[in-house]
């Protein structure tokens, strides 16, 4: 009976008005607008992408130049790479140091693989005298690409540092905090791929 | 070794930039000569440099821009003296390339280290207090965002003595600011300025919407909000959603001048309107996250100084997320002269008089607030009126622009120049000193001399119109933009009367610094025990002034809009404590020295960027990972607050 009023109690109180949020929930909400800004830069590179792709100053166009065998082992590196990263997240959940290393490990390995497999493209496009400075279309495609290769590069970076600090410094609260801030880039970075698989390399012209 | 740094950049050899350059070395050796000698530095150090206190950050960011702003006006009367003398056969005492520098640093400075840092110190002073909060969500990150802007300050400053600023005007358009036609190094400061600056100015957006959303004392719900905490929210909701825009825009160009690359070129299928394009997607709302704040301060004060609640406050919220909206729906009306085709120009005309309708909305909300009410014409409210008389006129001048074809004729004239600054200063400006006049005895515990207050509103009301209605004529006339020289003589009287209106604005800017030097020296006089000097409303006017460290010993409950003002009618001022509230420790964020020096690192990365000296960049960027991995291994964040310190605040009959 006493737990049903409360209940009821608790309802009368819109959300709006119970108050700051605990910690946890004001950093991961903070991180949340911090990647919505970070998706709007990638907004803006899409944009200038889709007004560029077709100014190949008689250059290569994307047909020629990509290979979708390659960007296929690429996407499939990062997705799992996303999978491996939820499995460290449950490994950070129930604080088992050993699972969570696995899981990062594996998450480096996916991720570094997808930035090696993306450089090789890369530079051997640069080396048939497709880089950057060929062309309109180039510059937005390397921007774009890179952009997103970029993150990924300081999230592995971010990653190291992360199980660096999960050894020195323990399960401290700070340390969840930023294993969750961490997680949410990662999958967000999958999520900018899956834009960029689908419109810079499926729709190649 | 110095990359394309050589002597040759100090300008040894042109009087007027190493004058000015000259005077702000002599000043700055002047402060930190008088710092040094009052023992000042550890003070300076502890409780402002590594300050993470949410009052403090913002009494540092409008003490900036109040510096800047001398900056930025020094620019604006050389300008207009060169206008006031350059007519015929005249030439001025300003060659083209310095005159180009001038008008590209005035906007760039008055833009985002004037207008921009006055009111991100305004709303970070404020907001926490208004909604009942200890500080900002992240108090460090707050910091470094500061610093970030300082930084960028610092880096458009040093282009006075060492190289040049950009001559492409304070949006750098592209091709003109790309490396074939701008070889200089000054697009590249203004570049590297506005990037780190930007990422400061983000991370503030991204922190004070949290705050604001998250952490609101028990029982303010969104109806409950004051409507300065509302603009704030949509001003800084419009920060995240546009300045990632200009951050990849100028990352554009930056690779465009960096490494080759062809987004803005004449050549290779770069689209130069692209830019143009992307810049205002941010510029746009950039004007309204300005003007919203403002549009915040002037509701707080109106309401206030006319003794009732403001009128139609529901409507005034809603009008700001609309105007929050409607923001990123009119960036083209910048262009019309773009040949997008009628259609397109048609769309963006009629977007451009809809954002009208809530602007409209609000300024009926005002004149309905103002009537009937008690008015008490202090200096806020001189501002506040002041403001409705100017911004109308500027507004309307705003629509006549939205009409294409009437902007065909009007694009690049000055009366698009006398538009803006109708609006930017009759807004953001009297916004930014209304709120300025208003708070300034909740942050240090006494107001501001009143007559010389009042004599600043004059000088810039009368300057102002002095200044602005004569480029209105001229405009018509047929004078654009941007020229350093006329042939027409007969612009030149009303040249000259622009010059007499800047120079009674001169005397404003004097007047608030001697307002500033004689009211500090008259303290004692001018003291304000009750923390309420002006019988306001909201909550930031329970705590005593200056707030405590802790801004509230008790977070409140609040159960209604202008929650201090029902207390002060029911219980004598009294706010009830919020359900467990008042009894635990309290604790606060740790001073931290990490703004400071990633803000440092930044700047020595940019300068070397702007340089071409490789090294370097790579030290700057060292510097910024080392102080964030120093900051990554810091265990200790907060301190418990000294209970005995609470209760001696306690004692001294704080009212909350």
Same mark, same amino acid.
């Given at each position: ?16 008005? #119970? ?14 607008? =911090? ?59 129930? #604080? ?37 400075? #060929? ?46 801030? =961490? ?23 | 070794? %110095? ?10 050899? &042109? ?11 002599? /000043? ?18 502890? @409780? ?11 009494? /540092? ?6 510096? /800047? ?5 020094? @620019? ?27 008008? !590209? ?13 006055? +009111?991100?110190?305004? +709303? ?7 909604? $009942?909060?200890? @500080? ?114 100028? *990352? ?88 997008? *085709?009628? @259609? ?27 009537? *009937? ?20 006129? *500027? ?11 009437? &902007? ?68 018509? /006339? ?32 004097? %007047? ?6 004689? !009211? ?7 003291? &304000? ?15 005593? !002034? ?45 001073? !931290?020295? %990490? ?10 990365? $940019? ?50």
């Amino acid at each position: 009976m006493i737990a049903a009023t409360s209940a009821v109690a608790e309802v009368e109180i819109p959300i709006s008005e #119970r108050g700051p949020s605990p910690r946890k929930v004001i950093v991961a909400y903070g991180f949340w607008l =911090f990647l919505l800004s970070d998706i709007i830069i990638f907004s803006a590179l899409f944009a200038a992408y889709a007004v560029l792709s077709g100014r190949t100053a008689d250059g290569p166009g994307g047909v020629k130049l990509f290979h979708r065998d390659n960007v296929l082992i690429e996407t499939g590196c990062l997705l799992l790479s996303s999978f491996t990263c939820a499995m460290m997240a449950l490994a950070v959940e129930v #604080r088992r140091r050993g699972l969570m290393v696995i899981g990062a490990v594996l998450t480096l390995a996916l991720g570094a693989a997808f930035l090696w497999l993306e450089l090789t493209e890369f530079a051997g496009m640069i080396a048939h005298g497709a880089g950057p400075s #060929r062309s309109a279309f180039l510059s937005a495609f390397f921007a774009l690409v890179g952009m997103h290769g970029l993150h990924v590069s300081i999230g592995l970076c971010w990653l190291v540092s992360m199980v660096a600090q999960v050894f020195t410094l323990g399960w401290r609260p700070m340390v969840i905090d930023r294993l969750a801030c =961490f997680s949410l880039f990662w999958h967000a970075l999958d999520i900018v791929w899956i834009g960029v698989f689908t419109i810079v390399y499926l729709g190649a012209r | 070794m %110095l990359g394309k740094l050589t002597w040759d950049a100090i300008p040894l050899h &042109d009087p007027i930039p190493l004058f000015a350059a000259g005077l702000v070395v002599f /000043m700055l050796v002047g402060v930190l000569a008088l710092v040094t000698v009052k023992g000042w530095w550890p003070v300076l150090w502890r @409780d402002w440099i590594c300050s993470v206190d949410h009052k403090r950050v913002g009494v /540092m960011y409008v003490l900036l821009a109040l510096v /800047m702003l001398v900056r930025g006006f020094v @620019d604006a009367l050389m300008m207009r003296t060169q206008l006031a003398l350059a007519a015929g056969h005249a030439p001025g005492y300003l060659p083209p390339e310095h005159y180009d520098q001038i008008f !590209s640093a005035h906007g760039t400075i008055m833009i985002f280290f004037v207008a921009m840092t006055f +009111m991100v110190g305004l +709303m970070n002073f404020v907001v926490p207090l208004q909604i $009942g909060a200890r @500080d900002v969500a992240f108090p460090v990150l707050n910091s470094v965002s500061f610093w970030l802007t300082a930084a960028g300050v610092l880096l458009v400053n040093v282009s006075l003595v060492v190289g040049e600023f950009a001559r492409t005007g304070w949006l750098a358009y592209p091709p003109l600011s790309e490396l074939a036609y701008s070889p200089g190094v000054g697009v590249d400061y203004y570049l590297w300025a506005l990037q780190i600056s930007g990422v400061g100015t983000l991370l503030s957006g991204i922190n004070l919407t949290t705050t604001i959303l998250k952490m609101r004392t028990p029982g303010m719900g969104y109806s409950r909000m004051p409507i300065f905490t509302w603009t704030a929210l949509a001003s800084n909701l419009l920060i995240i959603a546009a300045f990632p825009i200009l951050t990849a825009t100028l *990352g554009m160009l930056l690779l465009d001048r960096y490494l080759g690359f062809h987004f803005f070129t004449n050549e290779l299928g770069g689209n130069p309107m692209m830019y143009v394009n992307l810049i205002w997607a941010w510029g746009h709302p950039e004007v309204y996250i300005l003007i919203l704040p403002a549009f915040g301060i002037f509701s707080e004060v109106i309401a206030t100084f006319s003794g009732k609640p403001l009128f139609g406050y529901r409507s005034m919220a809603i009008a700001t997320m609309a105007i929050c909206v409607l923001s990123f729906m009119v960036w083209l009306h910048h262009f019309f002269t773009m040949g997008a *085709g009628a @259609d397109v120009n048609g769309f963006f005309g009629v977007m451009t008089m809809i954002i009208a309708v809530p602007t409209g909305v609000k300024v009926f909300n005002w004149v309905f607030t103002l009537y *009937g009410g008690t008015l008490r014409f202090e200096t806020p409210l001189l501002w506040a009126i002041g403001f409705i008389v100017t911004f109308v006129v *500027g507004g309307a001048s705003g629509v006549m622009l939205a009409i294409p074809p009437a &902007d065909f004729v009007l694009h690049n004239s000055l009366f698009l120049v006398a538009h803006f600054h109708n609006v930017v200063i009759g807004g953001v400006v009297f916004g930014a000193f209304a709120g300025y006049t208003y708070w300034f005895p909740k942050a240090f515990g006494f107001r501001l001399h009143d007559g010389l207050g009042r004599a600043v509103f004059w000088c810039w009301f009368i300057g102002f119109w002095l200044a602005f209605l004569p480029l209105y004529a001229l405009g018509l /006339m047929g004078a654009t933009r941007r020229m350093q020289h006329y042939g027409n003589v007969e612009w030149q009287p009303l040249m000259i009367v622009a010059l007499v209106g800047a120079l009674v604005i001169l005397a404003g800017i004097v %007047l608030t610094v001697v307002q500033l030097v004689v !009211s500090v020296r008259g303290r004692e006089r001018l003291r &304000d025990a009750s923390g309420d000097p002006w019988d306001g409303r909201t909550l930031e006017w329970a705590t005593r !002034s200056p707030p405590p460290a802790w801004n509230f010993t008790a977070l409140p409950q609040v159960d209604g809009l202008d929650a201090f003002w029902e207390a002060k009618r029911r219980h004598g001022g009294m706010l009830t404590p919020a359900q467990g509230e008042g009894a635990g420790p309290l604790e606060l964020p740790r001073p !931290s020295a %990490l703004g400071f020096f990633l803000a440092l690192f930044a700047f020595v990365g $940019g300068f070397a960027l702007v340089w071409h000296i490789w090294w370097l960049a790579l030290v700057g960027l060292g510097g910024v990972v080392a102080a964030g991995l120093a900051r990554a291994w810091q265990v200790e964040h907060e301190f418990e607050v000294d209970p005995s310190e609470i209760a001696a605040f306690e004692a001294q009959g704080a009212r909350a």
